[in-house]
């Protein structure tokens, strides 16, 4: 078995869980290699002490599963079978007992869950998601590598939607721009929906892209991200159209601070809450502190928002390997939001920066 799988059976043994049952496609991809949507369809892995594993899918995924490496055995089942009955069958032939079984309780559906129950009616139910979010919270030098790259393609989003902006252009027309200059490129998939935000709309945190219009003196923001080899990359960046006002700017100025102290502050032993409250403070000293509605950062890998929350209330210590971002943000309604982004990882003596687009105040 290959290493994470390895990792998982022996927190097992070491648990005493008979065994795992992992099935949310982020999890099955990052134990198995083999990533698949598979819709409404069953997708699952059972992971075990001693015996070796067993992959559930569609029939028709198969081939892609045995393509991503996968030796071991695959139940397929088409869309007339029934899987569970399929996985009892499995199973029963290998003679398993399962007294405790680790699940994702956090992605089962209550359906799934009653199956599971008449699959296993006398067994215990523990989460598994503790343990597979620490698995996945400190990235390999392969990881490492992909990120790195899908940064690259964040930054060159980025790049595209500034030369886009245009008086009259609408946040859609740039939206579309970023997006089909990056498929031109090779990237097929967005890790979230492309955020392209201008004047007071940009202060909404989430706010949706429109037909609105870009005008001179107004903030533009962008909030975008790729999937590169099934790993997300994630960047914000803010930039002014025009002359903005002393207000804006000052906001800019404060963002940008908080930012780069948290970044600066990032390194093996620091607690996360420690970043969060080191940009907080600085925006709350200046008058915004009711203005940032947010938490300074999320971990990054396969999910977009993956474990850890970057909050002030977290004391998990930073270790070598952690991927996150680092994006404090002011959102002042009637005037505007500024944002920044970037995605880290933590290296044995500090950091790097892996998203490189510059943060000083651009005006186009």
Same mark, same amino acid.
């Given at each position: 078995?290959?290493?994470?799988?390895?990792?998982?059976?022996?927190?097992?043994?070491?648990?005493?869980?008979?065994?795992?049952? %992992?099935?949310?496609?982020?999890?099955?991809?990052?134990?198995?290699?083999?990533?698949? &949507?598979?819709?409404?369809?069953?997708?699952?892995?059972?992971?075990?002490?001693?015996?070796?594993?067993?992959?559930?899918?569609?029939?028709?995924?198969?081939?892609?599963?045995?393509?991503?490496?996968?030796?071991?055995?695959?139940?397929?089942?088409?869309?007339?079978?029934?899987?569970?009955?399929?996985?009892?069958?499995?199973?029963? =032939?290998?003679? +398993?007992?399962?007294?405790?079984?680790?699940?994702?309780?956090?992605?089962?559906?209550?359906?799934?869950?009653?199956?599971?129950?008449?699959?296993? #009616?006398?067994?215990?139910?523990?989460?598994?998601?503790?343990?597979?979010?620490?698995?996945?919270?400190?990235?390999?030098?392969?990881?490492?590598?992909?990120?790195?790259?899908?940064?690259?393609?964040?930054?060159?989003?980025?790049?595209?939607?500034?030369?886009?902006?245009?008086?009259?252009?609408?946040?859609?027309?740039?939206?579309?721009?970023?997006?089909?200059?990056?498929?031109?490129?090779?990237?097929?998939?967005?890790?979230?929906?492309?955020?392209?935000?201008?004047?007071?709309?940009?202060?909404?945190?989430?706010?949706?892209?429109?037909?609105?219009?870009?005008?001179?003196?107004?903030? %533009?923001?962008?909030?975008?991200?790729?999937?590169?080899?099934?790993?997300?990359?994630?960047?914000?960046?803010?930039?002014?159209?025009?002359?903005?006002?002393?207000?804006?700017?000052?906001?800019?100025?404060?963002?940008?601070?908080?930012?780069?102290?948290? +970044? &600066?502050?990032?390194?093996?032993?620091?607690?996360?809450? &420690?970043?969060?409250?080191?940009?907080?403070?600085?925006?709350?000293?200046?008058?915004?502190?009711?203005?940032?509605?947010?938490?300074?950062?999320?971990?990054?890998?396969?999910? +977009?928002?993956?474990?850890?929350?970057?909050?002030?209330?977290?004391?998990?210590?930073?270790?070598?390997?952690?991927?996150?971002?680092?994006? #404090?943000?002011?959102?002042?309604?009637?005037?505007?939001?500024?944002?920044?982004?970037?995605?880290?990882?933590?290296?044995?003596?500090?950091?790097?920066?892996?998203?490189?687009?510059? =943060?000083?105040?651009?005006?186009?």
């Amino acid at each position: 078995m290959n290493q994470r799988l390895q990792q998982l059976s022996s927190w097992l043994t070491e648990k005493n869980i008979t065994c795992s049952f %992992v099935t949310s496609t982020p999890n099955v991809f990052y134990l198995t290699n083999f990533y698949t &949507d598979p819709h409404e369809r069953l997708l699952g892995l059972f992971v075990f002490q001693n015996e070796e594993p067993i992959l559930i899918c569609p029939n028709m995924e198969i081939t892609q599963a045995r393509k991503a490496g996968w030796e071991y055995e695959i139940i397929g089942y088409s869309d007339t079978d029934n899987p569970w009955e399929l996985i009892q069958n499995s199973l029963s =032939k290998r003679n +398993v007992t399962v007294s405790t079984l680790a699940l994702e309780k956090e992605h089962l559906t209550v359906e799934r869950f009653e199956q599971i129950t008449k699959l296993f #009616p006398s067994s215990s139910f523990v989460s598994a998601e503790e343990k597979l979010h620490t698995l996945r919270m400190i990235k390999d030098e392969k990881e490492v590598s992909i990120l790195q790259e899908a940064a690259k393609f964040a930054d060159y989003g980025v790049e595209v939607g500034v030369q886009a902006i245009a008086e009259g252009k609408s946040e859609l027309d740039v939206l579309a721009t970023i997006e089909f200059e990056l498929k031109k490129k090779g990237i097929r998939q967005m890790s979230f929906d492309t955020m392209v935000l201008t004047g007071v709309k940009t202060a909404a945190p989430h706010g949706k892209p429109g037909l609105e219009t870009i005008k001179k003196g107004d903030l %533009v923001l962008f909030d975008l991200g790729v999937v590169l080899d099934g790993y997300c990359s994630d960047i914000t960046r803010t930039v002014a159209f025009g002359e903005i006002s002393e207000k804006q700017r000052e906001v800019y100025e404060t963002v940008l601070n908080a930012q780069l102290a948290a +970044v &600066d502050a990032c390194k093996p032993g620091i607690r996360v809450g &420690d970043i969060d409250r080191k940009a907080r403070s600085i925006i709350s000293d200046a008058g915004f502190g009711e203005y940032f509605t947010h938490r300074i950062g999320h971990g990054l890998g396969i999910d +977009v928002h993956e474990f850890p929350s970057m909050n002030e209330t977290n004391d998990l210590l930073l270790q070598k390997g952690m991927v996150f971002t680092i994006e #404090p943000g002011i959102y002042v309604p009637e005037i505007g939001g500024v944002r920044i982004e970037d995605d880290m990882i933590i290296t044995a003596d500090g950091a790097e920066t892996l998203t490189k687009f510059p =943060k000083e105040l651009i005006i186009k």
